[in-house]
């Protein structure tokens, strides 16, 4: 099935009941996704739609406070925190020259690590204690939101790994305590007049291995198709979005795709979006799996971790970071 012809749609629904043979028939449909197009949506995948709405109110109840209060809880070196309005530029594009930054504000939750984990204590990098605003019931909200969806992301990884014609338990280690990251972004109007140049978030690849996008109402986001047209990805009711990165790129050998995307927000009203980016656990070594090699194929990346790849990657986007250094 698809949306608009392009983008298709993978029902999960008999996958997650077990039924027999949809595991298989998912993992192919999706390797046809990130093959093809790199975006497709998810249907019947068992988040509430009460608990999505929540988190979105949770999100413009944070974006609502005064600049001072959230800025005490600006962005760190663990990338969590809040990002203010152009705090970044994304200067890491493949997809164009990027100088301006981006017209969105946005907040970074992470996993809930306790003040006494030792990664913590040992302040090891991106592994810290979140940075939480002074609202009432938003830590719980959240972090229930995000409880929900570690769970679907480590149900999805089995039909990654099918669909790289992989045992079905392939990724289960290495997505067994993975890193996250919830961005809850709020992008204001932009009017028409607007400079083509200036964008709510630039044309731009993820660097995650998926990322998992909200069901939003409010039209935004567009992706950027192979013959280089940019296409307007449909509202579809109770829908996530899921698309690869830079280190899916690195994980497949280039097989699946890091395809570009952008958001500007015309819809005349505030706009948020609720993003949940997944990678693998902090130290495993992210390298082409067996299935993305050949004598004629050797790997195209050198082997990487999490930690690596995102410190150079923070370092050339945070504007934030950079004046704090």
Not at 56 to 72: C, I, S, T, V
Not at 95 to 120: C, G, M
Not at 274 to 281: E, N, P, Q, Y
Not at 317 to 322: I, M, R, V
Request: contains cysteine.
């Amino acid at each position: 099935m698809s949306a608009g012809g392009t983008i298709p749609i993978i029902d999960l629904g008999p996958t997650l009941a077990g039924e027999p043979g949809a595991l298989q028939q998912a993992a192919g449909q999706l390797r046809h996704a990130l093959t093809e197009i790199g975006f497709y949506f998810i249907v019947n995948h068992g988040i509430p739609r009460d608990q999505i709405r929540g988190v979105y109110e949770q999100a413009a109840r944070f974006h609502a406070l005064p600049l001072d209060e959230k800025m005490r809880i600006r962005i760190d070196k663990h990338n969590v925190g809040y990002l203010p309005m152009k705090g970044d530029t994304l200067r890491t594009s493949v997809v164009q020259t990027v100088t301006k930054p981006n017209l969105n504000e946005a907040l970074f939750i992470a996993r809930d690590l306790p003040a006494d984990h030792p990664d913590v204590i040992a302040d090891k990098r991106f592994r810290s204690a979140n940075q939480w605003p002074e609202l009432p019931g938003f830590r719980d909200s959240v972090m229930g939101y995000c409880d929900a969806m570690e769970r679907l992301v480590q149900k999805l990884v089995r039909l990654y790994a099918v669909a790289l014609d992989l045992p079905p338990v392939w990724f289960d280690a290495a997505f067994q305590d993975f890193q996250y990251k919830l961005r809850m972004t709020h992008y204001p109007p932009q009017p028409e007049t607007t400079p083509g140049d200036e964008f709510g978030i630039a044309p731009h690849t993820d660097t995650s291995f998926l990322t998992v996008l909200a069901p939003n109402e409010v039209p935004g986001l567009a992706i950027r198709k192979r013959n280089g047209e940019w296409m307007d990805a449909p509202a579809i009711p109770d829908a996530f979005v899921v698309n690869g990165g830079q280190l899916l790129l690195r994980w497949t050998n280039d097989r699946f795709l890091a395809t570009p995307h952008r958001a500007i927000n015309r819809s005349g009203g505030e706009r948020y979006a609720l993003a949940f980016f997944c990678d693998a656990t902090i130290d495993w070594p992210i390298a082409a799996v067996p299935t993305c090699v050949a004598p004629d194929k050797p790997p195209i990346y050198p082997t990487t971790t999490y930690t690596d790849y995102m410190v150079a990657y923070q370092k050339r986007t945070y504007d934030l970071l950079q004046a704090a250094e």
